[in-house]
């Protein structure tokens, strides 16, 4: 009887203690954004609008039509303005919800993507990627070219391509139209390899197909060689979920998250929002819609078949948008009350050195998606902390996500070429963290 008596109190205080645990670590869900005054933040107000000069002053020497950056610390928008023009011709004012054709942005989501179905345990990252689209097996090197008729010669491959090469883009596989390798560009060419934007009926995984009988242009794992490396990962994310890019981006990322503005292809309603794409012409200056290698046609994302998801670069989004798509990242993986991705897979995600010394800048290394600062880095003239991550787009957009300050950061430009939008980006960058109090 005493033992008995014993057990159940034992076993009384035991189910209290847990029960107390239980409720008093449980930690409420991070806030959605808000606007704050910078100093809520920890940041200078005036030091911080000393970004209003260095923006303004690229839109007054004509180096951009409009300009728009959104700051965001500790969960709260600091800094969201609008500058300059969305249209020089018909002179219509910039406004901070303005769409934007993200390009390489789309990486990051699609890598996300990835994660997620990882930690569902429907991939991993080492399975060679065969394993899920057969066409990938017994890939193929590069040997000799000849440039005359662009015949070549292959070895074979010494591993299979893996996830994880995809993710780190050290699969080998190009680029078609900014490959830095011209025997690549001449072979994609000729097989009529898309790189992200078409009007056609076509689907990625007709490209990824394609793709997957070339050679490729090194040894996968032996070099970091940025391609559509992503673009082979959106599809795999069709075949392994079942659904399209298109679909699994708006189930399961934009809609839990909130990202109202973010799509492959705009609704009729949300057209008259996306920002003109402006070229530099040195004669007439700053030219609207100008169709060359990068981007095949102007109407793209609002005309066409509207079929082509391109996981490397499809997307166009707000610069609201894409600050909570890394505010979610910055939470350990959690937003608006949904958890997309656990804290120690946001850890590996962001960074995690997967290309040791290969990737070509020395003072950052590469993740599972992101350029990530080194102390290389940061013992130079950054101001990041180590730790920062980020990536941009090839319309002149960029973004970067800081979690020891717990900020992140987006600045939207649309222009192709521009020979300001990596200087413009520096200051930004900079003008943020001199600010911090």
């Known amino acids: ?236 994310v069709e075949v392994v979920s079942g659904m399209t890019l298109d679909q699994f981006f708006q189930k399961r990322i934009f809609e839990p998250l909130g990202m109202k503005d973010t799509y492959f292809y705009l609704p009729d309603a949300k057209k008259d929002r996306l920002v003109p794409l402006y070229a530099e012409d040195k004669e007439e200056g700053l030219v609207k819609n100008v169709t060359n290698s990068m981007t095949a046609n102007p109407d793209y994302p609002i005309k066409g078949a509207k079929t082509y998801y391109s996981g490397g670069g499809g997307l166009s989004s707000t610069a609201y948008d894409y600050a909570v798509f890394l505010q979610m990242l910055l939470n350990g993986g959690i937003y608006n009350g949904k958890r997309l991705l656990s804290p120690k897979g946001v850890e590996l995600f962001t960074n995690s050195n997967q290309s040791g010394t290969l990737f070509p800048d020395p003072r950052s290394y590469f993740s599972l998606g992101f350029s990530v600062i080194n102390e290389a880095g940061r013992s130079n003239d950054l101001y990041s902390s180590v730790g920062a991550f980020g990536w941009g787009g090839a319309f002149s957009t960029h973004y970067f996500a800081d979690p020891k300050e717990k900020i992140c950061a987006v600045l939207m430009k649309q222009m192709w070429p521009t020979s300001y939008g990596g200087e413009l980006d520096r200051k930004f960058d900079l003008m943020i963290y001199q600010a911090l109090e």
């Open 1 to 236: 009887m005493y033992n008995r008596s014993l057990f159940r109190t034992l076993a009384l205080v035991v189910f209290s203690t847990l029960s107390l645990y239980s409720q008093t670590s449980t930690k409420p869900a991070p806030p959605l954004l808000s606007v704050a005054a910078p100093e809520a933040a920890r940041m200078d107000s005036e030091r911080l609008n000393r970004l209003d000069g260095i923006i303004q002053s690229y839109i007054d020497k004509g180096a951009f039509p409009g300009v728009v950056a959104i700051v965001v610390r500790n969960g709260k928008i600091v800094y969201y303005k609008a500058f300059g023009k969305a249209d020089l011709e018909t002179n219509k004012p910039l406004s901070k919800d303005a769409i934007y054709r993200i390009a390489s942005m789309t990486k990051a989501i699609t890598s996300l993507s990835i994660m997620m179905l990882h930690e569902e345990g429907k991939i991993m990252l080492d399975d060679p990627i065969s394993k899920y689209i057969p066409e990938f097996a017994k890939p193929i090197v590069l040997d000799q070219f000849n440039p005359k008729d662009s015949s070549y010669t292959t070895i074979p491959a010494k591993r299979e391509i893996s996830v994880r090469h995809l993710l780190t883009h050290m699969s080998g596989i190009n680029y078609n139209s900014i490959a830095n390798d011209e025997r690549m560009r001449a072979i994609y060419t000729k097989a009529g390899i898309i790189d992200a934007f078409t009007l056609e009926n076509v689907k990625i995984g007709d490209n990824v197909k394609k793709l997957a009988k070339l050679p490729l242009n090194h040894q996968p794992g032996e070099k970091w060689t940025y391609g559509l490396s992503t673009d082979v990962l959106g599809y795999l």
